[in-house]
């Protein structure tokens, strides 16, 4: 069995809808298929959305990566695909993951300040910058590893868990229990 990489860069032809459960509805839909295709296929790697701009890696069996590169390489939902890196690979180096789904976070935006790079633009990655991507990939934290869309975050927005306004009101409230809780106290 001959194993291989590749990593690409290509632009969004859809428009960013509202992010839903954390993620932009057309990403959610790739990725959701991408996982089904590269778990059976033994695919592993990463996806990177920002921007409006992807940057994919995937390595695995040669055979497979070419077939889902052909479909990727049809797909309208892209176009002005670039292939960055296409060569024979010696061991995995990912495991466990079909598909990786990591937004522009926080690694992405020092990877690029650290680069001199305004914008996410895959397209004119040089090679070294092609492996540092691949690296956050590889070393993205759990929470960045996506077991269903829902659990991604796009590119540039905050988690969701709390809105600031909503957090401030929790404190606040919480603040004047307490107040409340040491006047009933005090007058017993
Ligand atoms: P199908 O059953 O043909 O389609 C699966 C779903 O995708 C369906 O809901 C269908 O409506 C939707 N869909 C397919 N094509 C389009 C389209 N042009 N516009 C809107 N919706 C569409 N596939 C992989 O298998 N592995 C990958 O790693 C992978 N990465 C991708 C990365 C990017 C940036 C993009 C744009 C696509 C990627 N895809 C990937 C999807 C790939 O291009 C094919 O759509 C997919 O592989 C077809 O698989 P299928 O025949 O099993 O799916």
């Not at 959305?49 to 077939?67: H, P, S, T, V, W």
């Amino acid at each position: 069995m001959t194993l291989m990489r590749l990593a690409y860069a290509s632009e969004a032809t859809f428009e960013a809808k509202p992010v839903e459960k954390g993620i932009e509805p057309h990403v959610a839909r790739i990725l959701m298929t991408s996982r089904k295709n590269n778990t059976s296929d033994q695919l592993v790697g990463g996806l990177y959305y920002g921007n409006n701009r992807f940057f994919q890696y995937l390595e695995g069996e040669e055979d497979a990566i070419r077939r889902t590169y052909e479909r990727i390489l049809k797909d309208e939902r892209h176009r002005n695909v670039v292939t960055l890196i296409e060569e024979p690979l010696p061991n995995r180096t990912i495991s466990n993951w079909s598909m990786k789904y990591v937004p522009l976070s926080r690694d992405v935006r020092k990877f690029l300040d650290q680069q001199g790079l305004g914008s996410f633009e895959p397209a004119s990655f040089t090679s070294s910058q092609c492996e540092k991507m691949i690296e956050l990939i590889r070393n993205s934290s759990q929470d960045q590893k996506l077991g269903t869309p829902g659990d991604a975050q796009p590119a540039g927005d905050k988690p969701q868990v709390l809105s600031g306004g909503l957090k401030v009101g929790v404190i606040v409230a919480g603040l004047c229990l307490l107040g409340a809780l040491v006047i009933a106290g005090s007058m017993l």
